[in-house]
């Protein structure tokens, strides 16, 4: 059944909204890190979604008056969740975390003060630094850090790390909050949350991202990646105003974003008033033709040479090429003919 809310009056600058499910393993480390932030002016909203482990204790062991737990009578999932936090919030601010990512000292305080000096955007991101289970770093997660740029981006794929984000919160309750969806629940929010103001990522490491079996982001990889192929499907028809076949694109884009799948010429070809328009869009050189191309030069490596060379005819003809691209596309193009005609 869905959550019915009382929207509360906002009387602190910051809500970190945190919502928990099973989370006991890294949840003490989590909160921690959020009591520990310079920036000390918040409420620390943790909502338990029904956990069965250890995870209210943990809550309750915290003695600081900053944490305020909330109880969902039963497991509602992470959108009504999140929509309940919303609405419960005291804060101008919304800052998301997760329960299982540990949030560096300074992140409040400089997402407060970029927020505060550019009262233009409407949500906010910045890095994170990915780790594992043990807390060992394994890479880097950057994001565009601009409005044109990430607009562009967030037409195809999210470009905003949701355990990162700090969002103004009648913003999000404006446009009607996290859709009832079971992951990839943000990636919808911003693209409405765009239209009301600016977006930006902050250039500076905030952030300990924790990638693990137990992440919801790993367990529902696939359904997370469906997901998104869809949203960013919708927003092109709707509004770029381009007609797409939905299977064509979603073939194309698990290839694109994740190696997954196969996709064909034809395929390619019912594809291209997504190449036709996508060159007009800014910054569509670095983000959408360099990896397109490189989608090509895949496809010609695993012997997919129709479709691979289809889309780098396209590319060219949209896009045109530097020397440097098409030089490696005739010596590829070279190799596999030579081997061909020794066969």
């Avoid at 909502?47 to 509602?76: A, H, M, P, Q, T």
């Avoid at 997760?98 to 000292?105: E, V």
């Avoid at 889309?311 to 590829?332: H, M, N, P, T, V």
Wanted: proline fraction near 4%.
């Amino acid at each position: 059944m869905r959550l019915t809310y009382k929207i509360m009056g906002g009387i602190c600058p910051v809500t970190v909204l945190m919502p928990v499910y099973n989370a006991g393993k890294f949840l003490e480390e989590a909160i921690n890190s959020i009591l520990r932030q310079t920036f000390t002016n918040f409420e620390f909203l943790i909502i338990d979604d029904g956990s069965n482990d250890e995870s209210i204790n943990i809550i309750k062991s915290f003695n600081d008056k900053r944490i305020r737990l909330l109880v969902n009578e039963n497991n509602c999932g992470v959108a009504d969740t999140l929509n309940r936090g919303l609405h419960e919030a005291r804060g101008r601010y919304i800052a998301r975390m997760d329960a299982d990512d540990i949030a560096l000292p300074e992140r409040l305080q400089v997402q407060f003060d970029f927020m505060e000096k550019n009262p233009e955007v409407v949500v906010c991101g910045a890095f994170a630094e990915v780790i594992d289970h043990n807390s060992m770093y394994l890479s880097i997660k950057r994001r565009p850090e601009h409005d044109d740029i990430i607009n562009t981006a967030l037409l195809f794929a999210n470009c905003m790390t949701h355990p990162l984000a700090f969002y103004k919160r009648e913003c999000a309750i404006m446009v009607g909050g996290y859709p009832r969806m079971s992951c990839s629940q943000d990636y919808p929010l911003w693209l409405k949350m765009r239209k009301q103001g600016l977006l930006a990522n902050i250039p500076v490491i905030l952030l300990k991202y924790r990638w693990h079996c137990e992440n919801i982001s790993q367990k529902n990889q696939y359904v997370q990646w469906e997901n998104s192929a869809d949203t960013s499907y919708n927003v092109l028809c709707e509004e770029a105003k381009i007609d797409l076949p939905h299977g064509e694109y979603k073939k194309f884009w698990l290839f694109w974003q994740h190696q997954l799948g196969s996709i064909y010429a034809t395929d390619i070809k019912r594809l291209e008033p997504l190449w036709q328009m996508s060159s007009q869009l800014p910054h569509s050189i670095e983000l959408l033709a360099k990896p397109w191309l490189n989608v090509a030069l895949k496809l010609i490596e695993q012997g997919n040479i129709k479709a691979g060379l289809c889309l780098q005819k396209y590319i060219k003809r949209y896009w045109g090429f530097d020397s440097g691209w098409e030089a490696k596309i005739i010596s590829l193009k070279h190799g596999i003919f030579n081997a061909e005609n020794k066969t």
